[in-house]
């Protein structure tokens, strides 16, 4: 392990869909969806599976991780199924592929 | 740059689990079960308004105040409730002092348990492989790497936090900062001491 560099500030959050996981989760947590001891008992099950193949760093391996344990947990109680889920990403990104750079970019009206 | 770069004319797609987390908010708001307007407030929450200074402040207050210490040491939960530092994490806190006979380090075997509300978000490092695995196994050596070498009488006890239970290490106070303000102390203090992968900072002379 490497010592970390003590003088530079780290951002809390290395990349923005770190935060916007997290937060979908705590929001979650919050609104009764999920209890935390539930949602660290499914993390840490899937972060040992991971951590079996190989060493994780803890920075966006980590998040991966999280955001596969979000999408199991919401497939598994029926509330964004993987088809809903795989059919929102498509949108998304076709959302981004027709919006011209600086436009904000919407989804397309349902 | 992607401005006038005329092979990228439409907007910069995002890495892919960005579009994956995307696609769940989305679907998550249109089904009522989450409200965009607090998912903002959440990430601000812990981007720009709880951090280790939180802590800080505890640990100068339990050197200055012995009232305040026997307090956070009978019951941590409590005490930084009083001082307005409680909320998602925090729920069942312990605080573990370091003398000069035992050294304190934290660490989450399982994931990443941290108390929140006084440290913010843990920083990589606490959520690798390596750290999780070593902070039980090699103590001493983790310590080492983090430029910590402890006299050979000094013990180092390793907490594992949990869903339940978070810990706040209170480093032992340094020499010299008798005269300082709690404020002054406080800045002595850094998230790494109260994780016990470094000591509190020694005055400036």
Redesign the interface.
């Known amino acids: 392990?490497?010592?970390?560099e003590?003088s530079a500030p780290?951002p809390?959050?290395?990349?923005?869909?770190h935060?916007?996981?997290?937060?979908?989760t705590?929001?979650?947590?919050?609104?009764g969806?999920i209890s935390?001891?539930d949602?660290?008992?499914r993390?840490?099950d899937r972060?040992a599976q991971h951590?079996l193949s190989r060493?994780?760093?803890?920075?966006d391996d980590?998040?991966?991780v999280w955001?596969e344990t979000?999408?199991g947990f919401?497939a598994e109680t029926g509330?964004?199924t993987p088809g809903?889920?795989?059919e929102?990403?498509t949108?998304?990104?076709a959302a981004?592929?027709?919006?011209?750079?600086?436009?904000p970019?919407k989804?397309a009206a349902q | 740059m992607p401005h006038d770069d005329p092979d990228h004319p439409h907007s910069l797609l995002p890495p892919e689990p960005a579009l994956r987390v995307k696609a769940l908010e989305t679907i998550l708001t249109r089904k009522g079960l989450v409200d965009p307007a607090a998912l903002e407030e959440i990430i601000d929450t812990y981007q720009n308004r709880i951090g280790p200074k939180n802590g800080a402040q505890v640990v100068a207050k339990a050197w200055a105040d012995p009232a305040f210490r026997a307090q956070l040491m009978e019951d941590a939960t409590a005490a930084v409730t009083a001082l307005g530092f409680y909320g998602r994490q925090g729920e069942h806190i312990v605080a573990v002092e370091n003398t000069a006979e035992q050294h304190n380090l934290v660490v989450c075997t399982l994931c990443s348990c941290y108390p929140w509300p006084l440290l913010g978000i843990p920083p990589a490092w606490y959520k690798s492989d390596a750290y999780r695995a070593r902070a039980v196994r090699e103590p001493r050596k983790v310590l080492a790497d983090f430029g910590v070498t402890l006299p050979d009488g000094t013990a180092v006890r390793v907490w594992d936090s949990t869903a339940e239970v978070r810990y706040l290490v209170i480093p032992m106070r340094p020499k010299g900062t008798e005269g300082l303000s709690e404020e002054a102390l406080t800045a002595l203090v850094s998230r790494d001491s109260m994780i016990g992968t470094a000591l509190a900072a020694e005055p400036a002379p």
């Open positions: 392990m490497e010592c970390p003590h780290e809390v959050f290395q990349e923005p869909w935060a916007q996981v997290f937060a979908l705590v929001h979650l947590n919050e609104s969806a935390w001891a949602w660290v008992t993390f840490s972060l951590g060493e994780l760093d803890g920075g980590y998040f991966h955001l979000l999408e919401l509330t964004a809903e889920a795989s929102m990403r949108a998304w990104e981004y592929l027709a919006t011209p750079h600086g436009q970019v989804l």
